[in-house]
């Protein structure tokens, strides 16, 4: 049995397509029919169901799957192990990152690469869901997110600052003057939100259910940047976070009174994985960051 042979039956296992499973690896299909096959010669038991040109995962090869999966992250994690002994100076740390916090990472990232600037750093953006998915996949080192979730035994989660959330509004607009709204107020506002399923939507519609409030929801966007866009048109309002907010000159923060919405950005990393070095000073740069200049515009 190789590794080879169950990464490549554990590719197959989350596309349930040879073909497209074989494109992913940079192989052929087959290459990755025979090495699966002779996998399964090798274990005794068919690991897929093949019907036609469709396979399915079968219970043996269901249960195959999590030991397939903590060989290749003991196996990764070696690898890692003797890359640190070499000291923090090649590499990439990888990244995994809500758009809502980015304010806080650019001065991380700059003294970071002032410290290593052997260490190549690569930021992939995504929605919380997404970023956990890379993280059970290995495909980042860590990820940094605002969470209030449940948490996952598989996981560690570390708290890294707060955000109060606020009514976000354009400059030009005759809401800019406001002290502070009501969560009542927020009925009367054209809003516009991140899309069902992104954990900045779901906090709301949990708060807009506590408060038994009904907002005028007109447009629904997957990208967060977009929303800050039509902001800044002032046809629209939108509540955020205020480090989702830090540093736009063109946009005005409303206190909601009455809550205490506040949003709790953590780090989160697989439990019994091994910790490169980067993370961890990565993270503590992090830590060291003022984390009440990003609760201003």
């Known amino acids: 049995m190789e590794l080879r042979q169950l990464k490549y039956f554990l ?92 304010s806080i990472v650019i001065n991380a990232v700059s003294n970071f690469i002032a410290q290593f600037p052997k260490i190549k750093l690569q930021i992939t953006f995504g929605t919380t869901t997404e970023l956990i998915d890379a993280l059970v996949k290995q495909d980042i080192d860590f990820a940094l997110t605002f969470y209030e979730g449940k948490h996952s035994d598989e996981l560690v989660y570390e708290p890294i600052m707060t955000s109060d959330m606020a009514v976000i509004v354009s400059k030009e607009s005759p809401l800019a003057t406001k002290k502070g709204v009501t969560f009542k107020e927020i009925e009367q506002l054209t809003l516009a939100l991140p899309v069902k399923g992104f954990s900045t939507r779901d906090f709301l519609d949990r708060q807009f259910e506590k408060y038994k409030i009904h907002p005028t929801i007109t447009i629904e966007v997957n990208h967060t940047p977009t929303i800050v866009d039509l902001i800044r048109t002032g046809a629209f309002q939108t509540i955020l976070t205020l480090a989702t907010v830090h540093g736009e000159k063109e946009l005005c923060a409303i206190p909601i009174r009455g809550t205490n919405m506040k949003r709790e950005a953590v780090t989160i990393r697989l439990k019994d994985s091994y910790q490169k070095k980067a993370t961890t000073y990565f993270i503590d740069l992090l830590k060291a960051e003022n984390k009440e200049e990003y609760n201003q515009l």
């Open 11 to 102: 590719k197959a296992k989350e596309l349930l397509n040879f073909t497209e499973a074989a494109k992913e690896l940079y192989i052929t299909q087959s290459t990755l029919s025979q090495q699966i096959k002779q996998l399964e010669e090798e274990l005794g038991i068919p690991l897929f169901d093949r019907i036609g040109k469709r396979i399915s995962i079968t219970e043996a090869g269901k249960l195959f799957a999590t030991y397939a999966e903590k060989s290749l992250q003991a196996s990764n994690d070696g690898k890692l192990i003797l890359q640190d002994l070499k000291q923090v100076n090649t590499g990439t740390l990888n990244i995994g990152l809500t758009w809502g916090l980015k």
